[in-house]
C-alpha cells in the first residue's frame, strides 16, 4: 500500500515531532494532551483495577501503566495464544507469526517458487502454478481464515494476488497451498474476502479497469474500461460469476449475513492518471446485494465473457433500477480505501485516505432509504490517511493514519451520534513507526474479536531496527488493546521482510494442524520399502523409492541421456520434524518429504554425466551421507 497522501508528508515530517510528543504525550495534530483522551478513572487511578485484567501488570510499581507493564512474554518452551497470517506482497507468500511473541513460525509459498519446501519444485506444485498462469511471482495482500457461523473454522487462508489477478487457497490441516484460481475479465485482484457467516463464496475485488474481453479492442478507450467482482466457489475455486461495475474496485468487505458485500472505489471517475483520479469529490462505496446477484444469475440476466456469467451492476444497468438493485452506489469522500465491518454486522465502516474522516453506513437501511447516501449515519474526524479499521468487540474502532503514523481508537456509537466532521468521537491516538497500512486486531474479521492484541503493519521503519543498506524491512508493531483505562500500549517492534499489508488473527484453539501427512490425503501414491523399483519404458524411467535416516531407496540408478525421468520418493518416517528433500541441483530440483509424504517430480535428463542427489534438510548424524548417484550414461 502506498496511497498518495493529501499532502507531502511522510515519517520524515513527523520525525522530528516524534521525541517530543513522546515526552509531553501531546497528539500532534489535535495538540491535546494524550491523557485528556483517555477516559475518567484513566492513569493511576485506574491501576487499581487492573487486578485479573489479562496482560497488564504493574512490573516497575510505579502505579503507572506502560509497555514494560504489558505481559508480552513467551518464555522459550512456551507457545503463542495466537496464530497472525500476514500477507507477504510483492513476495508472494503468507508468513504465519505467534501472537504475543511476533515469533515468525513459518513461511507458506503461495505465488512463488521456493526451495526449502520443494513449493513449484515437485510435479503438483508446479502444474498448480503452471497451470494458473505460469507467472513466476504474485503480490499476495489479504489473508483471509475461512469462517463457519461468523468465527473461525481453521479450514483453510483464502488470499489474493493483486499482480495477476488470481486467488490462492492456503489448507490449513497441513499449512500449504492447494488451490490457485486465474480469473478471467480482471487485472490486479486487491481485495478478497468471504461471504459470511459461513464462508460459501470468496470474492475477488477487481481494481485495475481493462476492456472486457481484453482482447486488443477499445485499447486507447478508457471509458469502455471496467472492472469486476468476482464470486468464487471455495471447494472447487471455480469461478461461479462476476459483477461489472462503474469505476474501479479496492477493498471489500462481507456482512455477516449471508447477503451484503462491500467494495471501496477510489477512481469513481475511470481515469487513467494519478491526478485526474484524485480529482472527483466523492467517489464511492458499493454495496453488493450477493443474493440479487444469485437470482440474476438464475434467471440468465448475464452475458458469458471466456465462460464465466457477467452480469450488469453499472449505475445505467436496467438490473440496477428497480427497488432490488444488485448494486448500491454510496457516495463517500474522495479516494476511500478500507472497508470492514463491525462484529455485530451493524456497520460498514469506510476509511477515508484523502480525506481525514471515516464513514459509517448503517447496513439494514439500505432496504429503508430512497437515496443510497442516506444509509451514512457517521462521519468522526479522525485523522489524516485513514486507511483501515479494526475492532475489539467492546464498541470501539481503530483506525491507522497513513499520514499521521498514528492508530486512533474511537467510539463507534458515538461517531454516530456525534456531528459530522467532529472529533468528540475520538478516544485516543498512538504514535506507530511509520506510515500504517493495515492493522489487525485479534480475531477482528469475526463476530467475537479478542479484544486484546493489535498488530500495526507499518510500511516504513526507517531507524528503527540496524541499518541493513537502501532496503529496509518495514515494521509490524505489536499494541496491547486489553485496557481501556490504561489506553493503547506499544509493546513490540518487529522487522518483517517485503511486505505484508493485511492479517487475520485465529485464536490457537481454532486451528488443528496435523503433525505428519496422512498418505490418503496425497495424489501421489505412497512408495514402501517393498514398492522400490525402476520402471524403464520407451524412453521413460520411473524410480519409484523410499527416504528415511540416512538413505534413499537406492544407491544409484542409471538412465540414458533424453530419458524422461520420473522420480516418486515417500519419506517413510512417521516421527514428526523429520524432514528430507531429494536435491538434485543441476536439474534445478528441491522436493521437500515431511513424515508420510509423497512427492513425484519430472524431467528430461539432457545432460549426461554423474549428479549427486542428496538430502539438504539437515536429518541426523549421517544426514551428508544420505545421497545417492544418479548417472546419466551419453547417447551413443
Ligand atoms: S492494502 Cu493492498 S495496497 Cu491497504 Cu488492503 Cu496495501
Ligand atoms: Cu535426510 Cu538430510
Redesign the pocket.
Known sequence: ???TPPTDATADDRDSETAADTDDHLIPRLGLPRRDFIKAGAAVGAMGTLAGCTGLLDNNGDGVASASDVDASVPPGELDEYYAFLSG?HSGDVRVYGVPSMRQIMRIPVFNYESARGYGHDDETREMLESAGDYTWGDA??PRVSQTDNDYDGRWVFIND?ANGRMARINLKYFETDAIVDIPNTQGV??ACARLPDTDLIFGVGEYRVPIPNDGRNLDDPDAYESVLTAIEPESMNVVWQVRVDGNL??GDGGKNGRWFFATDYNSDGAVTESEMARPDTDYLKAFDTIAIEEAVENGEYEEINGVPVVDGTTESPLNQGDRPLVHYVDVPKSP??VSVTPDGTYAIVSGKLDPTCTVVEIDRFDEVDDPNDVIVGQPLVGGGP??TAYDGRGHAYTTLFVDSQVVKWDIEAAVDAERRSEDPIIEKIDVHYNP??LIAAESYTADPQGDWLISLNKLSKDRFLPVGPVHPENDQLIYIGDDDAGMQLVKDTPAYPEP??ASMVHRSKIDPEPVYDPEDLETEYVDVDDTEVIREDGRVHIKMTSQRNEFGFHDVTVQEGDEVTITTTNIETTSDLLHSLAIPQYDINVKLAPQETREVTFTADKPGVYWMYCAYFCSALHLEMRSRLLVEPEE
Open positions: 500500500m502506498t496511497p506482497g495482500h489479504h493483486k486487491h481485495g479496492d477493498n480505501h478500507g486507511l483501515h497500512g493495515h499489508h493485511d
